[in-house]
């Protein structure tokens, strides 16, 4: 690997689902310094949640949930672009395209991918990219 690479910033995939599109609003922003730091994909509504208040974010979005956005992320996930996933997923509605969210839940353990479902799973997630990257930096 060469020093370029060990460098490179974290990809991560960032989802929310209606009721917890707020939920990772907050996150994000109580995050934003390592957010600032990492590539991100997301699904479409979810990204422009984000973008509304952090518009200096290196995001993209993809498209909506239900239009085959989640099955994009999965797409990057099997093409080894992504490091990491942060689905706030709402465990009490019913999704048409629950089938999608399976399937791109199922491609994140397929690839061993590391997601976090919730908060306190994300918080988890971004300490061991940061203390990753510290490592890097330290070297
Ligand atoms: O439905 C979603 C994930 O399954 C999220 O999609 P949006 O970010 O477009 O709302």
Redesign the pocket.
């Known amino acids: 690997m060469d020093k370029s690479e060990e460098l490179r910033k974290p990809v991560l995939a960032l989802?929310?689902?209606?009721q917890k599109?707020d939920d990772l609003v907050m996150f994000v922003s109580r995050h934003i310094a390592h957010f600032s730091n990492c590539q991100l994909f997301?699904?479409?509504?979810?990204?422009s949640r984000i973008l509304a208040e952090h518009k200096n974010l290196d995001l993209m979005p993809l498209?909506?949930?239900?239009l085959g956005?989640?099955q994009q992320i999965g797409g990057l996930i099997a093409e080894g672009k992504i490091d990491g996933l942060i689905?706030f997923v709402d465990p009490l509605t019913p999704?048409p395209?629950d089938v999608?969210?399976k399937a791109l839940m199922r491609l994140a353990i397929v690839y061993d991918i590391p997601m976090a479902l919730n908060r306190s799973t994300a918080e988890i997630l971004l300490t061991n990219f940061a203390e990753q990257a510290d490592g890097e930096l330290n070297a």
């Open positions: 989802i929310a689902h209606d599109k997301t699904t479409g509504t979810t990204g498209k909506s949930g239900p956005g989640d689905f999704m395209h999608d969210v």
